[in-house]
């Protein structure tokens, strides 16, 4: 049990709040209006057929995109006002839907620019290149191979991150972003083109990074991982939320099955 | 042997030509070829690492040739009854304020580089260096317009032994460019390889991707351009002390396209690609002159260029370096920055 409920009767810490969020694309209303809450050290999933809304609300979160109104609140700062780098220095980190690398940099180049904010050396440091230097390089040097072997890329540290096989690079795509801190990590549709292996995988994973403080907010289209992992349960529809609630009341209500009817949901989640 | 010592061992030879070359033509073809590199040093930190194509680079060139001449001249200009007169500085004083001078207009770009991206950004670099040759052919009071600034001083150095030495000898200035050359190549090898070089790399590669982990790209875009229009504005101090006048074609678009072809033939993005198509492209074209008409001389250039980008897209140090890694058997790490995007 979650514990959700009770959770709903008095808001935890709610890490992060989306309050009245609307979106709009000249004239396309992407997100109608949109609120929920994500409470400290849970795991919540965001749901809903193609084009529902997911990873615009995604990106209002973490501040590439300005909402058209609304705010998202994370520890009482205010992110539509922020800058996307500015958030991510609060530890709000993301992923994308489509594989984000670096790709022409080695896997452990990949990671060391996701550390960016663990380091301090700006030019004039970097210039005269001091002791002080040469130590945060290791230490980043030795954060980056902590996170590789986490994500179990160890073994391809200094292999090109262009010419890793696909399911790799989603792995070295979370990499990237656990590397920079993350206290909310928000994973768009991560297990999106992963064979059944794999996602096992990755369902592990997921569950490791909880165990390390982090709360998540996950898209994903694959319903038997979002049932088995996900606290909370929230179903977008045409930039309505439709249903919110844990795993086992979300799949048997009623309008959520009507919503994905003739997109195999119910193959998916039975 | 680590391969660290070739790069040394190429300079150390660098070094030894003045003492046993015939020819002092050869010493002028290296030194102008030199002060090229060092210009295509520059703009490869902008192409190669942070990814932006600036189309005006020869704008902070020109603008080092024009301050380190006008601060060694001096200068008077008059607005109505006002007079301003600008003494004589020392050389020295010149040298730096046109790095300063040139670092700062890098600072207007670099800013405004992060407004206008692409295609954009290349209009406005181009157009900004020609805003700057206007500049210079009309603004005739300054700049002598296109009759040019002549009788620039050598630059000069106190050398134990000989006192205050004007470098009036062709290999005072090749060894000065040489010397300023490997700094330059230094420079842009430390910031390349630290955490600020990371984020430069990064904007290039992902740009959202570096967001999203909070690298602030404006800043590190900016520092890349002050640094690189700084260094261009050095070069471009040398060249006008070296060739001791300056005129307005300095800023012409075909010096910002030899630098880009230096860049692109060497390999953007590596840090010996520049040192390579500064080579080849600065020096091709004086030796061609020797034994060959001048349309002779462009045609051959044109498929030098073309040869080179057509068998190896990539740069040729790149396309060196992986036949190294090739040789050394699988598994061989290339270099870190022996890469392009
Ligand atoms: N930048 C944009 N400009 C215009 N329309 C957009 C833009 N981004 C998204 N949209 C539209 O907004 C709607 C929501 O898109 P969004 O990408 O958020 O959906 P999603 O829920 O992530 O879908 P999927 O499951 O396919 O990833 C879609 O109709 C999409 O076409
Ligand atoms: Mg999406």
Redo the contacts with the bound molecule.
């Keep these: 049990m979650t514990g959700h409920s009770s959770g709903r009767l008095s808001p935890p810490g709610a890490l992060l709040e989306v309050a009245n969020v609307a979106v709009h ?1 000249s004239g ?1 209303v ?1 997100i109608a209006d949109l609120n929920f809450r994500v409470p400290e050290g849970r795991i919540l999933s965001l749901i ?10 995604f990106n209002v979160i973490t501040g590439f995109l300005k909402p058209t109104a609304g705010h998202v609140l994370y520890r009482g700062h205010d992110l539509t006002r922020l800058a996307a780098d500015k958030i991510a220095g609060l530890g709000v980190v993301r992923t994308f ?1 489509r594989t984000s690398i670096f790709g022409g940099c080695t896997v452990f180049e990949n990671v060391l620019i996701g550390s960016h904010l663990r380091g301090r050396t700006e030019t004039w440091r970097a210039l005269l290149r001091s002791a002080r230097v040469d130590a945060e390089e290791q230490a980043l040097a030795g954060h980056a191979r902590e996170i590789l072997d986490f994500v179990g890329l160890g073994a391809r540290s200094g292999e090109l991150a262009g010419n890793l096989a696909y399911g790799e690079q989603r792995r070295l795509g979370i990499a990237i972003a656990l590397a920079a801190d993350p206290k909310l990590l928000l994973l768009d ?1 991560p297990a999106a083109g992963l064979n059944p292996s794999e996602t096992e995988e990755f369902m592990r994973t997921v569950g490791r990074i909880r165990e390390r403080g982090v709360t998540i907010l996950l ?1 994903e ?1 694959d319903m038997r991982l979002v049932m088995s992992i996900s606290d909370t349960v929230v179903v ?1 529809n045409n930039g309505v939320i439709i249903a919110e609630g844990p795993p086992e009341a979300v799949q048997r209500d009623p309008e959520v099955i009507r919503a994905y009817l003739g997109q195999g949901y119910k193959r998916a989640a039975g | 042997m680590s391969a660290r010592i070739y790069p040394w061992l190429f300079v150390a030879f660098l070094a030894s030509v003045p003492l046993w070359i015939g020819n002092q033509y050869f010493l002028y073809i290296l030194t102008s070829a030199g002060i090229f590199i060092i210009a295509a040093i520059s703009l490869n930190l902008l192409l190669g690492f942070t990814g932006q194509l600036s189309l005006g680079h020869v704008a902070f060139f020109g603008i080092g040739a024009y301050v380190a001449a006008l601060s060694t001249l001096g200068f008077d200009l008059e607005f109505g009854s006002a007079r301003f007169v600008f003494p004589r500085q020392p050389v020295w004083v010149g040298f730096f304020a046109a790095i300063l001078v040139a670092g700062g207009f890098g600072l207007l770009i670099g800013k405004l580089a992060f407004r206008v991206r692409g295609a954009y950004f290349v209009i406005v670099t181009i157009s900004f260096a020609q805003v700057m040759r206007m500049i210079a052919l009309n603004w005739v009071d300054l700049t002598e317009g296109p009759m040019a600034l002549n009788n620039i001083p050598p630059l000069s150095l106190w050398i134990p032994g000989e006192g205050v030495v004007g470098f009036f000898k062709k290999e005072y200035n090749y060894y000065l460019v040489l010397v300023l050359a490997v700094l330059s190549y230094l420079l842009v090898q430390r910031i390349v390889r630290s955490r600020v070089g990371r984020a430069m790399i990064a904007l290039r590669e992902n740009e959202p991707l570096a967001l999203s982990v909070g690298v602030d790209v404006t800043r590190y875009l900016v520092v890349a351009t002050v640094v690189s229009a700084g260094m261009a504005g050095m070069a471009g101090a040398l060249y006008t002390h070296y060739i001791r006048i300056v005129d307005p074609d300095v800023f012409l678009f075909i010096y910002t396209v030899t630098m880009v072809i230096m860049v692109v033939t060497g390999g953007k993005g590596t840090l010996a690609g520049p040192v390579v198509g500064g080579f080849i492209f600065g020096a091709l074209p004086e030796l061609l002159r020797e034994v060959a008409s001048p349309e002779v001389q462009w045609i051959l250039y044109g498929i030098a260029m073309i040869a080179i980008v057509f068998f190896l897209p990539q740069g040729i140090v790149p396309a060196l370096a992986a036949r190294f890694a090739a040789r050394r058997g699988p598994g061989a790490k290339p270099e870190p920055e022996a890469r392009a995007p």
């Design positions: 694309f396309l992407a809903g057929p193609n084009g529902a809304g997911k990873t615009t609300a839907q549709e898209v289209h977008l």
